[in-house]
């Protein structure tokens, strides 16, 4: 046992740092209206300011890629900029879909003009190759369920937008990544609210892909309540390693026992949180008992549990242990009655 322990132990003491954000919205309603930046775009480009017009016309690509007016806009921006490459790559993307018409025929002759200067200027687009990879990378990584990390699907799309992708896909791209990402979120919420054991890091995972979820599509339900969730459960299982680490050392045990505190502190937040944003979640009320109790405070934690699972039976099992720390007699008699009065009602 002391050996799964010691395991146990390195593994959730190596994760008892902050955990650093994923980063910003990607895709989607996360992003800002395409309308409204659009339009604060176009206000932009006949000021003649270029480059401001452009960052916000390559936002709106991504608020709703469905939605082709920016694409042209961000190439006339990127081609008064004089950058080619990208002028050429948003001209390309607004004519995949572009519809027949006056302005698509418009816009064909500008992307022509734009690849002869790029030509001229002797500089290679190496961007569509890149794209063709990140893409395979991206799929590979969805059909094998890995959505975070370094080969993660996550970060296959946020290469892809970082090196400006365009295209109206970006959106089927995102909706995939939205759902699978949801779905491993919710499995690892599920796992932890029915009490089993889940390693820290999963649970910290867990919170971040609600977070993913958010940043490519719609909001999660319940999204603030299962992340803060999940926050507290990591922070238990944190508080639970330093308390092992405590009980197997000779030295840093006072160091040790005050993190592990510190920790279930955090881990009470956590739940408030969660309880806050979700009140009709029974069990995110007694985690929140459950850390109380284990930064040390009993009373408080029984507390918590009365006024919360007035009806629960693990409050009446606290209730009685508690009894019974204060006085044998007394814990004896109220044990006898938690074990004796639902069977035998005549007995009360």
């Given amino acids: 046992m002391r050996t799964d322990r010691s395991l146990v132990l390195a593994v959730f003491v190596a994760l008892a740092f902050p955990v650093v954000a994923l980063g910003a919205p990607l895709v989607g309603p996360s992003v800002g209206s395409a309308d409204a930046l659009q339009a604060e775009a176009n206000k932009l480009f006949n000021k003649k300011q270029y480059a401001q017009a452009a960052d916000l016309f390559l936002q709106a690509t991504r608020a709703n890629p ?3 007016a920016p694409y042209l806009s961000l190439a006339r ?3 008064q900029l004089k950058r080619h490459a990208e002028a050429c790559n948003a001209y390309r993307a607004y004519l995949r879909s572009a519809p027949e018409g006056s302005e698509r025929n418009k816009a064909q002759g500008e992307l022509t003009l734009c690849e002869r200067q790029l030509a001229s200027s ?3 687009d190496d961007l569509p190759r890149q794209y063709v990879e ?16 370094e080969d993660g699907a996550a970060a296959a799309l946020r290469a892809l937008v970082s090196k400006g992708y365009l295209s109206t896909d970006l959106s089927e791209l995102a ?15 599920a796992r932890a609210l029915s009490h089993e054991q889940v390693a820290a890091q999963q649970l910290v995972d867990g919170r971040d892909l609600f977070d993913l979820a958010a940043d490519v599509g719609p909001e999660p339900k319940a999204r603030k309540a299962k992340a803060s969730f999940l926050a507290g459960r990591a922070e238990l299982e944190i508080a639970a390693a ?14 040790l026992t005050a993190e592990a505190t510190a920790a ?11 309880v806050m944003a979700d009140p009709a979640q029974a069990e995110y009320k007694f985690f929140r008992a459950l850390a109380i109790y284990r930064r040390g405070d009993v009373d408080g934690a029984l507390a918590a549990l009365r006024r919360d699972l007035p009806d629960d039976p693990r ?9 019974m720390r204060l006085s044998k007699e007394g814990g004896a008699a109220e044990i006898e009655r938690v074990l004796f009065s639902s069977r035998y009602p005549e007995r009360r």
Avoid: M, P, W
């Fill in 66 to 68: 469905g939605q082709l």
């Fill in 77 to 79: 921006a990127q081609l």
């Fill in 122 to 124: 002797r500089k290679t």
């Fill in 134 to 149: 990140l893409k395979a990378a991206f799929y590979a990584a969805l059909e094998q369920q890995q959505v975070l990390g």
């Fill in 175 to 189: 909706d995939k990544l939205h759902a699978e990402a949801l779905r491993a979120a919710d499995a690892i919420h």
């Fill in 242 to 255: 330093k308390k092992i680490a405590a009980e197997s050392v000779t030295t840093r045990r006072r160091e």
């Fill in 264 to 274: 279930a502190v955090q881990a009470v937040e956590h739940f408030a949180e969660a």
């Fill in 315 to 323: 409050t009446t099992v606290l209730g009685a242990i508690q009894t």
